[in-house]
């Protein structure tokens, strides 16, 4: 093993000041070392982290690499195996068995059919963020009830249950809960999904839900498949939704070619999901010793993936630490790569290829309420980043 290869010590917890968009300092000259560094987890466990976009890539297409949770060896204490329904924490043949029902229900043409209700309830947002205004809390008034009347109306949870389901939600997202307090929102989501599902299962409605229940799975396998979905249907489209606001914000030249040339918006919305990388990092570990950029990973290693360097790496972006609307980002890791693929990346494009342009029409004058180093922020403890308030104003 060569002598020179660089070691990361530990995670990250916090962003250089004033570079709100950017991955931690350390992670970012992890990647100026090489692709792949040394790691050392929290519990102590020796393992690798990769930083480069292709070797990023190519882990995530390589079956040698498990997503099972038990195998993961970063703590000095043995992980349970995901509960079941939950496949992201999951192989094949497990992974498949979840994964396949969903798949015919979210494709990109699905998705695309949901555009005029993704529209009309954009529009009602901001019609009340416009009624209550000059000002707001983007995060509350925006970028929140969006995704999360979307994927509730496609699970069919009840209307008068969203509010206390994203309250939960984001309870185990944030990055800041207690133990205590994380267990008591997972029991309480728990029993909700319960009786969801009893009653799909007892009166179906036109839902993904109700066409679910109509299969072999168990009850308990539809409870952890809902909480997968919700979770991530919401968190990471409403975290996109403010971080891109306020990064738009933040650079008027971007934001002004967006106002001036609409037809930018898909390439931006594909910028933005490059740029900010807002799901930042995942594990795998190795099942048999694994060649990885020179290195060999033996088996039983845990090794973090971390998308936030890979969508900013300079062997594949040129300027990768611009936002650059009109760059052509194919290629980014935001949704992932391979079996595990972001499920939800169509609707997750539709709502923001919908919302910001919305949002930027409604509202030519919006602006921070507050200056940038006051924007509150999720801490890097939390699995995706994003904004907690994100304070603006405009003219009445």
């Given amino acids: 093993m060569s002598e020179s290869l660089h070691t990361v010590t530990t995670l990250p917890t916090e962003r250089q000041a004033g570079c709100p968009f950017d991955p931690p300092a350390e992670l970012t000259e992890a990647r100026r070392h090489g692709p792949i560094s040394r790691y050392t987890h929290p519990g102590g466990k020796p393992g690798w982290m990769v930083t ?6 190519s882990i995530l ?6 997503s099972r949770k038990e195998l993961m060896n970063v703590v000095d204490f043995e992980l349970p195996p995901a509960p079941p329904g939950e496949f992201l924490l999951m192989d094949e043949p497990q992974h498949s068995r979840y994964r396949k029902p969903l798949v015919g229900r979210f494709t990109a043409r699905r998705m695309r059919l949901l555009t005029e209700r993704v529209e009309q309830i954009t529009a009602d947002c901001l019609d009340a963020m416009e009624a209550s205004g000059p000002s707001a809390d ?3 008034a925006f970028a ?3 995704p999360t009347i979307v994927i509730c109306e496609l699970l069919g949870v009840p209307y008068e249950d969203r509010d206390s389901f994203q309250e939960q939600i984001d309870t185990f997202m944030n990055g800041e809960t207690s133990d ?3 267990i008591a929102a997972y029991t309480a989501t728990q029993e909700y999904l319960a009786h969801l599902v009893a009653a799909k299962r007892a009166h179906p409605t036109d839902d993904v839900l109700s066409e679910l229940a109509d299969s072999d799975l168990t009850d308990e396998e539809l409870k952890g498949i809902s909480l997968i979905l919700l979770a991530a249907g919401f968190d990471t489209t409403a975290n996109m939704l403010s971080l891109g606001t306020f990064a738009l914000l933040q650079h008027p030249d971007q934001l002004a070619a967006l106002r001036s040339e609409p037809e930018l918006v898909d390439q931006a919305v594909e910028e933005l999901l490059r740029y900010l990388s807002v799901a930042k990092s995942f594990h795998r570990t190795a099942l048999v010793d694994v060649e990885v950029g020179g290195h060999i990973i ?5 090794v973090v993936l971390s998308y936030h360097t890979a969508n900013r790496d300079p062997e594949r972006y040129e300027d990768p630490h611009v936002l650059d609307i009109r760059r052509k980002s194919g290629g980014h890791l935001a949704f992932g790569h391979g079996i595990h693929l972001c499920l939800g990346a169509q609707l997750a494009r539709i709502e923001m290829r919908v919302a910001l342009p ?3 029409g409604r509202f030519p004058t919006l602006r921070l309420a507050v200056p940038a180093d006051e924007v509150a922020l999720r801490p890097e403890t939390a699995d995706i980043y994003g904004v907690k308030r994100l304070p603006v104003t405009w003219d009445a």
Wanted: proline letters at 7%; a negative charge; charged letters at 30%.
């Fill in 52 to 57: 480069g976009h292709d070797l990023v890539r």
């Fill in 61 to 66: 297409a390589d079956p040698r690499f498990s």
């Fill in 138 to 140: 983007l995060v509350a």
């Fill in 144 to 146: 929140k009830p969006i």
């Fill in 180 to 182: 205590e307090d994380l």
């Fill in 298 to 302: 033996e088996a039983g290693t845990t």
């Fill in 358 to 360: 919305a949002l930027l």
